[in-house]
């Protein structure tokens, strides 16, 4: 198992702002594809985004488009997801996963994921 773990949530208000990190302990995280994914009560799974281990490049939900921004720091060995412009909407239990596959164009689905973290709560208030 990867031991991946999301740190950084809380509660926020509406338009406010967290950063929420994706940490590993014992491997790097440079070779994986990361994925950001989230779950709020009541609903599916969805993907937020990704950062690809081809390019780096990343990609967005459009419902976060604009406002989230992914990125690594491989010297920390962590994976940021900054997100600014908070919204009620946004309130879901927040994942980071880890996958080898190597996926150009798009992100790897939550299926294609192979190591799973346990999740950071971020509330929005309206």
């Known amino acids: 198992q990867v031991p991946v773990v999301e740190s950084g949530g809380g509660l926020v208000q509406f338009g406010g702002s967290l950063r929420l990190s994706c940490a590993a302990s014992g491997i790097s995280l440079a070779p994986y594809h990361i994925g950001w994914f989230r779950q709020a009560p009541g609903k599916e799974r969805e993907g937020v985004s990704c950062?690809?281990?081809?390019?780096?490049?990343?990609y967005y939900a459009d419902s976060v488009k604009g406002r989230f921004a992914i990125s690594r720091d491989d010297t920390k060995n962590i994976v940021y997801l900054q997100m600014n412009n908070l919204k009620p909407d946004d309130t879901a239990l927040y994942f980071c996963?880890?996958?080898?596959?190597?996926?150009?164009?798009?992100?790897?689905?939550?299926?294609?994921?192979?190591?799973w973290g346990k999740g950071t709560q971020v509330t929005v208030s309206s």
């Open positions: 996963a880890a996958t080898l596959l190597r996926l150009s164009g798009t992100c790897v689905p939550d299926y294609g994921m192979d190591y």
């Open positions: 950062i690809n281990n081809i390019d780096d490049s990343t």
